[in-house]
């Protein structure tokens, strides 16, 4: 089988070799189980002119066009398993991805590079040709949608006067403001003609067609997908009903001081009665059946039965870590060397496993790149060394951490000692926000590319028998 771990043999063969592979290994299996091509691709079938997903069935005989709109950092994977069922049924798609990988295959549909985290030129005509495309569209028509984290900034299309100038300025100060991801989601999906439910409300209400939507959730927090191929609630992208308010938006700007910070089209907008308007909190469920392939608690869900399966003890700690990067690494060195030296909370040989979405506070003198797992692994390598039979990795899921390339590291005892014989301060290196070029410098990035799904963070730890 393919690996996912692009990079998985230099990294699983040097030094702390068993603990490496041991980690490695169930990484690269969980992001094969949690893909979700294969995971559409279990509950979506066509037989004939019927169409099944799930436990739900279409008579495309009654249909007239069939389209395909996208956004998000799985798209790509979730788009292709949707053109691998329907191939030339599908009239038209319309995707924003990412990164565009050789091996992606779509059928009849059109591929944008959006920008992410901030907008640029590409989304935006991905967003205009999905209107386009929508208001031309009938009762009989039936739409597809695919979306995963990251299609804020993917898919974007700013109601006027806000320029596109405007929105990526307000989104990279948004970012930075220190606010939750819901709170900077209020302003940034009031101030879009498509976030916020606003696609799905012109698909169902405005155009009465029906919408099939496919979900990856990345919130920390939700329980675990029980079955996914029963239809299920949702909210918080352009393809469901919204969960924010015109009055959170307007709380957000005015609790973090961004008054006078934001673009002025921006604060004019939010806070003017006549122009704002609220996205929509429900679809109809006559016309909209949504299906969440997976979300961040799967993760965990499925490395430890994984682990199970190779015969290993596994602990999850925690779907819901938090916190600044590097401290949450340094906590799971100490949980390792608990479990090294005093067989608690568990005993060795085991995996601990956890999974969420930590931050970097970047400030304003970083001096290299990284991203939260690439600073996670270097806090962890710190409280692990100079220890033997032990390995800790995180990945950002989606496949790049931060602003790299990379979806992250992996590090064990001898790190720290590698680091310093190539001229790395482990220290320096957390404090100015280099670990990426850090760990590039050791050879111990890891390298996925698109991975096809977007679970935030995953952390995964071994720990060897004596």
């Given at each position: ?376 692994v270097l806090g962890m390598a710190m409280g692990l060394k100079g220890i033997r039979g032990v390995a ?75």
């Open positions: 089988m393919i690996k996912k771990i692009r990079n998985y043999e230099e990294i699983a063969n040097r030094c702390e070799v068993k603990a490496r592979q041991k980690v490695l290994q169930l990484m690269d299996l969980t992001l094969q189980e949690v893909d979700a091509y294969k995971r559409i691709l279990e509950i979506m079938h066509l037989d004939g002119e019927t169409l099944s997903v799930g436990t739900k069935k279409w008579d495309l005989r009654t249909k007239n066009n069939i389209y395909l709109l996208g956004a998000g950092k799985a798209c790509n994977a979730m788009a292709g398993a949707v053109c691998k069922v329907l191939g030339e049924r599908i009239t038209k798609g319309i995707i924003s991805v990412k990164i565009v990988e050789e091996e992606d295959c779509y059928c009849n549909t059109e591929v944008y590079v959006g920008g992410h985290p901030l907008p640029n030129t590409e989304g935006i005509k991905a967003a205009k040709k999905m209107l386009e495309v929508i208001e031309s569209a009938s009762p009989q028509d039936l739409f597809i949608s695919v979306c995963s984290g990251g299609s804020s900034a993917l898919l974007t299309c700013p109601m006027a006067p806000i320029t596109l100038e405007d929105e990526i300025a307000a989104q990279d100060i948004l970012l930075k403001s220190g606010a939750k991801i819901l709170e900077i989601n209020a302003v940034r999906r009031h101030i879009s003609q498509t976030n916020g439910g606003r696609l799905a409300e012109k698909i169902c209400h405005e155009k009465g067609a029906e919408l099939i939507s496919f979900q990856i959730s990345d919130a920390v927090g939700k329980p675990g997908i029980a079955d996914i191929s029963q239809p299920a609630y949702f909210r918080g992208t352009p393809f469901g009903g919204d969960q924010t308010s015109v009055k959170e938006a307007r709380e957000m700007i005015i609790n973090y001081g961004l008054k006078d910070k934001l673009p002025k089209s921006v604060v004019h907008y939010i806070f003017d009665d006549s122009q704002v308007r609220e996205t929509p909190f429900d679809i109809d469920e006559g016309k909209i059946t949504t299906f969440v392939v997976g979300n961040l608690a799967d993760s965990c869900k499925a490395a430890k039965e994984i682990a199970e399966r190779m015969g290993e003890n596994c602990m999850v700690l925690t779907t819901y870590l938090e916190g600044e990067s590097s401290q949450a690494g340094v906590f799971l060195s100490s949980l390792i060397r608990e479990i090294k030296y005093q067989d608690n909370p568990v005993k060795k040989p085991c995996f601990v496993v956890c999974a969420g979405e930590t931050t970097c506070n970047i400030g304003q003198d970083p001096r290299g790149v990284g991203g939260p797992s690439q600073e996670l800790g990795a995180s990945i950002d899921t989606e496949g790049t951490d931060g602003p790299t390339m990379y979806a992250g590291g992996i590090v064990d005892g001898n790190t720290c000692e590698r680091l310093e014989a190539a001229g790395e301060n482990i220290f320096e290196a957390l404090r100015y926000h280099s670990t990426g070029n850090a760990l590039e410098r050791i050879g111990d990035y890891i390298y996925t590319g698109n991975t096809g799904t977007n679970l935030c963070d995953l952390n995964i730890c071994y720990i060897e028998a004596e």
